[in-house]
């Protein structure tokens, strides 16, 4: 189970603006994230979880919240 | 690193060295170039440029070869020593320049826009270090390396970049220093092993992009304009045979005949003998006059169409296209 919380945990360590109040809604693009950074956290997350991202669902998303849902997704998924 | 942090760091990496030189050249006016720092600017030249030459490129970015994890990690650690950028951003750039060379949407071509004499000094300077100072671009690692970005060693040497190349201009200083037993040995040592060897290595490195799209023969008709550039392949370790390697470019070897010098290929075939390195991808004389024959039928050129049709963007839609797995031990 991924939460959002871990997710937001994440993204904290990454992004420079450390005002920028992190939630389940905010938008991901907001956050000024670098190609490398947005890398990293969505394998950090696959590694600590044990499985892989949809890259044509991961595609779609734009917040935070939403990458946590889609990670319980593809895990509940896969456990089926 | 941000494109804003990439274009900096690219700024300083381009214009430091530069001063290391004058530096360099101060220096030498009052004392005569050491053999210490002759050893110490062909050490650190040769580990960043092997580091590039089969680190970044033909191991990262091609996948020419495979070797145990700890060579694999110290080839991607010296290619980082370098200078030239993170390994993942890198390779990115780099594959995305083989899926659209010398078309729109390549990273750094030397055909840039426009006809006549002046685009084309533009278009060489923009394929040589401009196109490093475009904030703005960025190749997606998910979508041009995600075998790599999934690597963890790979994400954290990435991410580790700028420490690393302190690191490959420290170390010359302790060779210097170790060669010496001088204070002044170190800075020497740091100013040809590290600042002097970033300028000349580099700008051999890109001159494959600008005067490698432009100057020199070519055995294939590639759909791109690479050429192969005998001049620059001793001191870019068989780079510059750029025309064999858009032909063949999972090749382990970009040098095709006797007397075409690839140390990278001799250094990868070494490996292999000794059995630190396996799979290597070899190109025998008869696929490359077939592949030669057929290029030359198709009839190449930057406007030729380019092969595959659809780009990788278009080939995510299937989710086992995307299924990649790392290629180390």
């Given at each position: 189970m991924v939460t959002t919380d871990e997710v937001i945990k994440l993204i904290g360590k990454k992004?420079?603006?450390?005002s920028i109040e992190l939630t389940?809604?905010?938008?991901?693009?907001?956050?000024?994230?670098?190609s490398l950074q947005i890398s990293d956290i969505v394998f950090e997350i696959e590694d600590a979880h044990g499985f892989e991202f949809n890259p044509v669902k991961a595609a779609g998303i734009t917040t935070i919240g939403e990458i946590a849902e889609l990670a319980n997704e593809t895990i509940a998924a896969g456990a089926r | 690193m941000d494109g804003k942090e990439h274009k900096l760091f690219i700024i300083a990496a381009s214009v430091i060295p530069l001063l290391g030189v004058v530096a360099v050249m101060v220096l030498l006016w009052n004392r005569v170039f050491g053999w210490s720092d002759l050893v110490v600017l062909a050490v650190m030249y040769t580990i960043a440029g092997l580091g590039v030459?089969?680190?970044?490129?033909?191991?990262?970015?091609?996948?020419?070869f495979r070797t145990h994890r700890w060579i694999y990690d110290a080839f991607a650690v010296a290619g980082t020593?370098?200078?030239?950028?993170?390994a993942i951003i890198w390779t990115a750039h780099h594959r995305r320049h083989h899926r659209v060379a010398d078309k729109d949407?390549?990273?750094?071509?030397?055909?840039?826009?426009?006809?006549g004499r002046l685009a084309l000094v533009r278009g060489l300077w923009h394929a040589h270090l401009?196109?490093?100072?475009?904030?703005?671009l960025t190749s997606d690692p998910l979508r041009y390396c995600p075998d790599l970005a999934r690597d963890r060693h790979l994400r954290w040497i990435s991410r580790h970049f700028v420490a690393i190349v302190v690191a490959g201009m420290l170390l010359p200083a302790a060779l210097g220093f170790a060669l010496t037993g001088s204070a002044l040995g170190a800075l020497t040592g740091f100013l040809w092993g590290g600042l002097a060897r970033i300028f000349i290595l580099n700008h051999i490195t890109y001159a494959i992009n600008s005067v490698g799209h432009v100057y020199g023969r070519r055995r294939f008709s590639t759909p791109d304009e690479s050429r192969n550039v005998a001049w620059l392949s001793l001191a870019s370790f068989g780079e510059s045979w750029h025309n064999n390697h858009h032909a063949f470019?999972?090749?382990?070897?970009?040098?095709?005949?006797?007397?075409?010098?690839?140390v990278s290929a001799l250094v990868i075939g070494t490996l292999r003998r000794v059995g630190l390195a396996w799979d290597v991808i070899t190109i025998d004389r008869a696929r490359q006059e077939a592949r030669a024959e057929g290029l030359a039928r198709a009839g190449g050129g930057r406007h030729a169409a380019h092969q595959?049709?659809?780009?990788m963007a278009e080939r995510m839609v299937d989710p086992a296209l995307t299924r990649t797995t790392g290629d180390v031990e």
């Open positions: 992004i420079r603006n450390k389940a809604a905010t938008p991901l693009d907001s956050l000024g994230l670098s | 030459s089969i680190g970044y490129h033909r191991m990262l970015a091609h996948r020419a020593m370098a200078a030239q950028g993170p949407g390549d990273p750094h071509s030397p055909y840039h826009g426009g006809t401009g196109w490093l100072m475009d904030e703005k470019p999972r090749s382990a070897s970009h040098g095709m005949r006797w007397y075409e010098p690839d595959p049709a659809a780009p």
